[in-house]
């Protein structure tokens, strides 16, 4: 069973700055992908920022240049550095991976979830 642990939410002003982080444990053959995720009220989640397992990062248009996604597969951790924070910007973030098994077959596993707030 692979289980992930989100930390780093809570309330923060605009301009303001947090770091997200996602650990994750349990019986992993390989990661393919790693990434955030966030779900504003009334809204659709929607991609944040991914990170493959060679490096290569993918970033919403509207986080690019503020959020930078980094990973570090020895403390099996993901995190997501998030500055010049908008009111916008709030919302619940979930970290999600995506796993192979040793037949190939891709599953994807996601955590709980943190509350963002960015408000005066």
């Known amino acids: 069973q692979v289980q992930l642990v989100e930390s780093g939410g809570g309330l923060v002003q605009p301009g303001g700055s947090l770091r997200l982080s996602c650990a994750f444990s349990?019986?992993?053959?390989?990661?393919?992908?790693m990434g955030w995720y966030r779900q504003a009220p009334g809204n659709q989640r929607e991609l944040v920022a991914t990170?493959?397992?060679?490096?290569?990062?993918r970033y919403a248009d509207s986080v690019k240049g503020r959020f930078t996604i980094s990973r570090d597969t020895t403390k099996k951790t993901v995190s997501l550095q998030m500055n010049s924070l908008k009111p916008e910007d709030t919302a619940v973030y979930s970290c999600?991976?995506?796993?192979?098994?040793?037949?190939?077959?891709?599953?994807?596993?996601w955590g709980q979830g943190t509350q963002v707030t960015v408000s005066s």
């Open positions: 999600k991976i995506t796993i192979a098994t040793m037949t190939l077959e891709e599953y994807d596993y």
């Open positions: 990170i493959t397992n060679s490096g290569s990062t």
């Open positions: 349990g019986s992993i053959f390989s990661i393919n992908a």
